[in-house]
């Protein structure tokens, strides 16, 4: 039986396939702007001007400011940025911290964005914004900040280090996999995430074995827009609640801390999650454990399966295991703090994961 569902389709224009990079000044014509603001990172410079280049007079400038999280100051300032430059909108180039800072300008001045993603993270395909302030992260969802196209173009990923690939492409499958066991998980939804994780885990190995494979780019890109659809359309649970917590308050880095708890948060959530198993067995070419799946995955990429070695203490463990039970949200299983700080134990040493 299909159960009842609500299913609301985001506005949102995606040119996909390498090349597509060269569509970018038809798309910013399409879109009846001629001055945007190019913002990037700063290890990201070459690239953002680059960008800028191809689209001539119709570039204001570049901003090479962009940083993971969002800090407000640098929000601030690229909205003065922006205001100076009589800029119309922003074309986004590099993976979530680029576009979370376009978000932080379209959310105060409205400026369309425009994504060019360069990682796996998904943001492009999300209205949801975040700024940090004084070691706090907010967040929220608005539809002024979602980018009114996104050109994926997987040349634009090559540069993108072996071991940065497989911690955002695990952090693409995470939007996958919370969304299968999502409260508000829907037919449509479900199907993209199925997708999304096969297509990620099917490229990852050969993205890690050969970074300039523009085939396998293309379906880990493939895979991460999709696992980017699911996370817009859906609400996180306990996997995602974790992070954000290991993230907030140890500072340990975004993809890397998804990559480590995945396997474990979805160990403790299997039990009560029967349809998210059935299709992430599949995904996984018919996989008994999915969790230990993805485990297996994390190690073959050689990507990190411990928080000890993100930096995490051991005596932290209660700490954060209490901060994530302390607001309750909607996950498969009931969260329990012995429950957690059982994952939270396992993630940290890099076992296995199990089942409490
Ligand atoms: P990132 O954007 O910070 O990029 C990580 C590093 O990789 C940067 O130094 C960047 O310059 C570099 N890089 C990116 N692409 C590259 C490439 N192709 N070649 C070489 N270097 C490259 O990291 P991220 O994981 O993409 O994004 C993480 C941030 O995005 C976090 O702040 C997270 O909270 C946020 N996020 C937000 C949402 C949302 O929906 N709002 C979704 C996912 C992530």
Known sequence: MIAPFTYEALPMRVLFGAGSLDRLPA???????????????????????????????????????????VPVEVAHRAREVAAQLGADGCVTVGGGSAVGLGKAIALEHGLPIIAVPTTYAGSEM????????????????????????????????????????????????????????????????????????????AALPRVVADGQDVDARGEAQYGAWLCGAVL????????????????????????????????????????AAPGAVAALS???????????????????????RSLAELGMREDDVPRIA???????????????RDGVEFLLRAAWAGEEPSSP
């Open 322 to 336: 209490e901060l994530a039970v302390a607001s309750p949200y909607a996950n498969p299983r009931p969260v329990t």
């Open 27 to 69: 798309e910013v014509d399409r879109l009846g702007l001629d001055r945007v603001l190019v913002l990037c990172s700063p290890e990201q410079e070459d690239t953002g001007r680059q960008v800028a280049a191809a689209l001539g007079s119709r570039a204001a400038g570049v901003l090479a400011e962009a940083r993971m999280h």
């Open 126 to 201: 999300t209205p949801v914004w975040g700024l940090t302030e004084g070691g706090a992260k907010r967040t929220g969802r608005d539809l002024r900040v979602l980018p009114r196209a996104v050109v994926y173009d997987p040349a634009l990923t090559l540069s993108l280090p072996a071991q940065l690939s497989a911690t955002s492409g695990m952090n693409a499958v995470a939007h996958a996999v919370e969304g299968l066991y999502a409260p508000d998980a829907t037919p449509i939804v479900s199907l993209m995430a199925e997708e999304g994780a096969r297509a990620l885990a």
């Open 282 to 304: 599949r995904a996984l070419g018919g996989v008994a454990d999915p969790a230990r799946a993805l485990w297996e995955l994390a190690g073959r990429l050689g990507a990190p």
């Open 232 to 271: 817009a359309a859906t609400t996180m649970s306990l996997h995602h609640k974790l992070c954000h917590t290991l993230g907030g308050t140890l500072d340990l880095p975004h993809a890397q801390t998804h990559t480590v708890v995945l396997p474990h948060a979805l160990a403790y959530n299997q039990p």
